[in-house]
């Protein structure tokens, strides 16, 4: 075996470029976040190795590890948060800037993983465009430095002759933890290092009792195939929709333990892996990887939401370059001098420039926060609480039917006319709106779920499914509504099944309406129209940043089909949009929307009194 493992450097390089195309465009490579998964492996393999042996050699020092690791990745990521945040200042607005903040000490101190996940809530879209949101990866990789140096030496010490057993018995225990977080809490699950921890530990098994591979070149380009073949379709097959991280993220971590396995002894595959343009991309992978998701996000942000071809070129091959360089002048030099620091001063060192660091970011960015550009940024940080989660509207927070408030939520009322929201969270938006312009006869009653689109036959989340069924078998039996909206987050795919459960409504109402889907934005719409210029119509933000073609197909469809069935429906984008553009804040000057598509009180409101004689005026009449 060669005294470096170049073909490591390949599958680096294979996993940075995955992640990188991914978050550039994920149509491209659906399953690109798995090279993040690539890497856990990669670091368990070559770290936990590294310990054992050193263990073994009785060479091993706790605070010369860690330090070792703070030289290697502290340089290159400080400086990328340092110039992330000069850009965060001029670009960012006030409420984003306060959460760059708070991200930049969670990055600093290595737990920007579980400050995402306490941030990532259904409504939070705007994550996706948090400058250092890719940092909880490597927070997980410092989790896992930190702690099982610890656990080596314990085992070592007491149970050396049971290391193998005692290594699949915890990997087991975080890979059975991560299947069942899935069904319970999704972004823990994704974010929190005990869920991924197998990843490491099977890298880690794979270099402490699997070091010596007697096989054939044969078997070893047999396996190196195998593995690589699983990768490269699990990239492919893999998309938004897989349950993730969990037995699906087992799939990739095995097939990168089975090339690393048969990579000790050099086989076609290895070699292929080793190649020059890979070496210089894998040496430079964790720059890479630190540098491509502020530069897309900035970039998106600041220059163009929507990537043409050209731009998601030039983004990749702007990743590449910074990394480069990053690995070139920041992390090649501090690596290659021989401090003479002693240990524990270092990270001493390290630890008082990352609090000075944290503290002057918190005054600066809470400084900047404190200065509202105009009312539409307000509106960022905007209060969700008339969507009733937790009581009539069911989310990940709130993932079981027992928080459904069936008293507070189901009005029906003898002697009015008591009408039926029920959806996803593109139905609960309508209800204050709803509720504000009804009259003194008519009930409204809220049925919501995230994610739950309110046809047959019952599908997604247990929460989701388990709401439907009992409106469906017995709310709306019982109650009789005399009628029945329904509204939520439409596909092209629901029409069938949509009409489907129209037909058994009908048997319980008298009247059913449809709303249609909502306008969408590539980002935030107060974020958009805050930036703005002055001079330009806020309705032309749809043309550079707007989903409207999508939309407009998803809406053309559905109308055209559930009115040849002579179905009531309401077009929400024909009220919003016409030939000269979209509506985007209500005449107050308050944004119809209060993130890329969920419509604010006010929006929602501007939409119901646009249509409310049309909604109401039947049952009045009759």
């Not at 490591?8 to 090279?35: E, K, T």
């Not at 099977?202 to 195998?226: D, L, P």
């Not at 002057?360 to 400084?367: H, Q, R, V």
Request: proline letters at 3%; charged letters at 15%.
């Amino acid at each position: 075996m060669s005294a470096y493992r170049w073909d490591i450097q390949g599958l680096r390089a294979i996993a940075v470029m995955s992640v990188v195309i991914f978050h550039i465009n994920p149509q491209l490579l659906s399953g690109g976040y798995i090279g993040v998964d690539i890497f856990f492996v990669i670091s368990g393999y070559l770290i936990m190795g590294f310990i054992w042996r050193d263990l073994n050699n009785h060479s091993f020092s706790l605070m010369h590890f860690y330090s070792k690791r703070v030289q290697r990745l502290f340089p290159a990521l400080l400086v990328m948060v340092v110039v992330s945040a000069i850009f965060a200042y001029f670009i960012l607005l006030p409420h984003e800037a306060l959460k760059f903040s708070s991200s930049l000490i969670a990055t600093l101190l290595y737990v920007s993983n579980f400050y995402f996940y306490l941030e990532a809530d259904y409504f939070n879209d705007a994550m996706e465009f948090a400058p250092l949101l890719h940092t909880w990866s490597l927070s997980v990789e410092e989790q896992f430095y930190l702690l099982f140096p610890l656990l080596l030496m314990l085992l070592f010490s007491k149970a050396k002759k049971d290391i193998f057993k005692l290594l699949l018995f915890l990997s087991f225990v975080s890979l059975i933890l991560s299947q069942i977080l899935i069904s319970y809490d999704k972004s823990f699950a994704f974010f929190a290092s005990p869920t991924r921890f197998f990843q490491f530990i099977i890298g880690g098994v794979v270099a402490i009792s699997f070091q010596k591979n007697s096989f054939s070149k044969v078997f070893n380009s047999s396996f190196s195939v195998i593995g690589l073949v699983i990768i490269i379709l699990s990239l492919f097959l893999y998309d938004a929709k897989t349950l993730f991280p969990g037995i699906h993220a087992l799939v990739p971590t095995l097939a990168t333990a089975l090339v690393l396995f048969a990579g000790q002894n050099p086989n076609f595959i290895s070699a292929f892996l080793s190649n020059r343009l890979f070496r210089v991309i894998g040496n430079s992978s964790y720059s890479i990887y630190l540098w491509h998701w502020s530069l897309i996000v900035f970039y998106k942000l600041q220059v163009s939401p929507s990537l043409s071809n050209r731009e998601q070129v030039f983004l990749l091959l702007a990743s590449l370059g910074l990394g480069y360089l990053s690995w070139r002048y920041i992390e090649k030099s501090t690596r290659a001098k021989n401090y003479t620091i002693e240990p524990s001063k270092l990270l001493f060192s390290v630890l008082s420039l990352t609090f000075i660091i944290s503290l002057g970011s918190y005054y600066i960015f809470n400084t900047l926060s404190s200065k509202q550009k105009n009312i539409a940024s307000s509106y960022l940080d905007y209060n969700t609480s008339k969507f009733r989660s937790g009581e009539c509207f069911l989310t990940s927070d709130y993932d079981s039917i027992k928080f459904f408030d069936k008293d507070k939520c189901i009005i029906h009322t003898q002697g009015k006319k008591n009408y039926l929201l029920i959806g996803d969270s593109h139905a609960a938006h309508f209800y204050s709106a709803l509720n504000q312009a009804k009259k003194n006869n008519i009930t409204i009653t809220q049925v919501t779920a995230s994610g739950c689109h309110p046809t047959l036959p019952y599908n997604g989340t247990k929460r989701c499914s388990d709401l439907m069924q009992w409106a469906y078998e017995e709310l709306i039996r019982e109650k009789k509504f005399d009628t029945i909206i329904l509204s939520a987050h439409w596909t092209h795919s629901d029409k069938e099944q949509l009409l489907n459960t129209i037909n058994l409504l009908q048997k319980y109402t008298k009247r059913v309406v449809v709303f249609g889907p909502n306008m969408e934005y590539l980002q935030s719409l107060p974020r958009l129209i805050a930036n703005l210029d002055p001079t330009q119509d806020t309705r032309s933000i749809y043309k550079n940043a707007g989903k409207y073609k999508e939309v407009a197909s998803i809406d053309y469809s559905m109308k055209t089909y559930l009115k040849a069935q002579s179905i009531e429906y309401i077009s929400i984008l024909k009220l919003l949009c016409d030939e000269n553009g979209c509506t985007t804040t209500t005449p107050e000057g308050i944004p119809i929307a209060f993130d890329a598509s969920h419509l604010t009180h006010s929006g929602a409101y501007y939409i119901i009194e646009s249509i409310q004689k049309r909604l109401f005026q039947e049952q009045e009449a009759s």
